[in-house]
C-alpha cells in the first residue's frame, strides 16, 4: 500500500513565487513533486506520468486550472484536484466551485493548510480552506446568481452568444450585422430568440443583462 508521501503531486501555478513557497511546504512531507508553471505544461506532463494529485492555479495563461480539472476528468485520469485561488475573478471562482474537485484553497492560506488539505484529500473526503468557505458563504447568493446566469446561457447556439458578446461591447444592431456579415433582420431575429431564451422582456435589458454579465459571456 502506498504512503502519503510517496505519492507523485503536480504543482501547477504561473507565479514562481506561489510555487516555491507552497513546494517548500510540501517537500516537508511529501517526496514526489514536480511543478508546471500554465496548463497547457500540466496536461502535456498530465500525459507521460501518472500523478496521484494535481493542485491547480484557477486562473493562468494559456490553459486555465477549469480547464485542465476538466481533461483530467474527461480521460478518466485517477488524481485527485485541488484548486488554488486568489479569488480576483469572481467569475472563474464560481465555476470552479461547480468543478468535481477534492480541494479548494486561497493563496494566502495555502502554506498553513496545504498538508491539512492533502492529508484530507487522500483519506477520501474533501476539504474547504477555512478562509475559502467564509468567502463562500459570504457571496452566497452572488454564487447562486452566477451560475443560474451560466446555465441559462447554455441555452443559447454559437451564434447567439457571438451576438450576445457584441451587446456586451455596447454595439448596435448595424454594427453587429456589419461584424458578422448579416443582415439587420437577421440580427434582429437572434436577438429576439436570445431574449425568448434567457426571458428577458426588451432590448435595452438585454443590453443591460449582457453589460452585467460581460465577464461570464467573454468566457464562453
Avoid at 5 to 20: F, G, M, N, Q
Avoid at 74 to 103: P, R, W
Amino acid at each position: 500500500m502506498t504512503t502519503t508521501t510517496e505519492y507523485k503531486i503536480l504543482l501547477v501555478d504561473d507565479h514562481p513565487l506561489i510555487r516555491s513557497g507552497v513546494k517548500i511546504t510540501l517537500e516537508k512531507n511529501f517526496k514526489y513533486i514536480d511543478e508546471a508553471e500554465n496548463g497547457e505544461e500540466a496536461i502535456n506532463k498530465l500525459k507521460e506520468t501518472a500523478y496521484d494529485l494535481v493542485i491547480l492555479d484557477i486562473d493562468m495563461p494559456v490553459i486555465d486550472g477549469i480547464e485542465v480539472a476538466k481533461y483530467i476528468k474527461q480521460n478518466e485520469l485517477m488524481c485527485k484536484i485541488v484548486f488554488l485561488t486568489s479569488h480576483t475573478n469572481f467569475s472563474t471562482f464560481s465555476e470552479a466551485l461547480n468543478t468535481d474537485y477534492n480541494g479548494f484553497l486561497f493563496k494566502e492560506s495555502a502554506i498553513n493548510e496545504i498538508t491539512n488539505c492533502i492529508n484530507t484529500v487522500f483519506s477520501g473526503e474533501k476539504y474547504i480552506g477555512s478562509q475559502c468557505k467564509k468567502y463562500i458563504d459570504a457571496n452566497e447568493e452572488r454564487i447562486k446568481s452566477n451560475q443560474e446566469t451560466k446555465e441559462k446561457l447554455t441555452q443559447l447556439t454559437k451564434t447567439e452568444i457571438k451576438i450576445l458578446k457584441q451587446i456586451s461591447m455596447r454595439k448596435t444592431t448595424p454594427q453587429i450585422a456589419d461584424e458578422l456579415f448579416n443582415s439587420i433582420k437577421t440580427i434582429e431575429n437572434h436577438r429576439y430568440n436570445i431574449c425568448n431564451k434567457l426571458d428577458i422582456s426588451g432590448s435595452n435589458n438585454l443590453l443591460s443583462f449582457a453589460i452585467s454579465n460581460k465577464k461570464i459571456i467573454d468566457d464562453l
